[in-house]
């Protein structure tokens, strides 16, 4: 929603368009995960970076969100990269990128809390290049990065894209996992044409984290404007920059038919990201309902921290794991749908998330 000076990119939370009736059927994030089987009695002690390009926090919000919840707050510490700075927008005008930044650190910090019960340890990193704060991160030794903001493949160029997933390698390298939103804007992504993925989610190096609507009873794709490729929904689609992995078991071909995109799938997981089904956060001193894939990064960025330090590159273990995940098969972004096994939709699907923690258990 607000725009950035690298790449145009942006941030990928949505407001409900009717904020009274999506009150009905937001989520609190420990009753997510809940729903999400999340495990507890983890061990935990993952630091959780988090990349911001614009907006800020303040501390009266973040303590009336975990205070809600019966959680301690998080340590949260601002890093700036390159002279960005935490600037929350004291007018508190709906819809600026204030939103994103609670959103970010009260998903993750819950998400954390609830499997671990104990208070997470945030990092916030400010930059207008998203490669370069995955770099610092990864320098300061995070265990686990969560990036909300990115755009289309084409806004961003191959040389800036090869950029971005050479920090991203590097980052895994090193042990940090890097998680990324795959986008609002159905297949198209807010491009010009039908078909095209979000960078950073689309590096092969980044997990891709795709959207659903999640109900008490159901879940399908997150689409609000069905027949279009340009509306409210999950990104999600075939790369023309990075080719298809070869840890992305059972992955379907791009449609043959069309001119798009043939390379890396994307997504590689999902979860709830419909604002009609969103998440309640303590944002401009009151809870709202935000959802959005910017939701779903900070989601498993939660839950992976929970699990220790230096996972690295967790992306062919989950692959290898598709049990593990609630598989999505209803539903479609505009060019694509919904099928059994693996789509360009949802990727792999939702967590089991106490299924996923047995994979990444310590082995003795």
Known sequence: MTNSPTFGSRAYFKLPKDPRAAAATAWNVPDLCAAYNWPSGKPGGGVIAIVELGGGWVASDIDAFFQSLGQPTPSVTDVSVDGTQN??????????????????????????????????????YWSQDIGQAVA???????????????????????????????????????????????????????GSTPAN????????????????????????????DPGQTNGEGTGGGYSTLFPMQSFQIGAPAAPANTQYGNGR???DVSADADPNTGYNIYVHGSVTVVGGTSAVAPLYAGLFAAFGTKLGFVTPTLWKNQKAFHDITVGGNGLYNAAVGPDPCTGIGSPVASSIAVIFEPQT
């Open 136 to 190: 610092k991160a990864a320098s300061d030794h995070c265990d686990v990065c969560s990036i909300s903001w990115g755009a289309d493949e084409a806004e961003w160029g191959a040389t800036a894209a090869e950029q971005m997933e050479s920090a991203a390698e590097s980052a895994v390298a090193g042990g940090m996992i890097v998680f990324a939103a795959s986008g609002d804007n159905d297949s198209s992504d807010g």
């Open 197 to 224: 993925v979000d960078c950073p989610s689309s590096c092969p190096h980044v997990v891709g984290c795709g959207g659903t609507t999640k109900t008490s009873t159901q879940e399908t794709v997150w689409n609000d």
């Open 265 to 267: 799938m994307v997504p």
């Open 87 to 124: 600037t929350p927008n004291q007018s508190g005008s709906a819809g600026d990128a204030d939103y994103e930044v609670a959103l970010d650190i009260e998903v993750a910090g819950a998400a954390y809390y609830a499997a671990t019960g104990h208070a997470a340890t945030i990092r916030m």
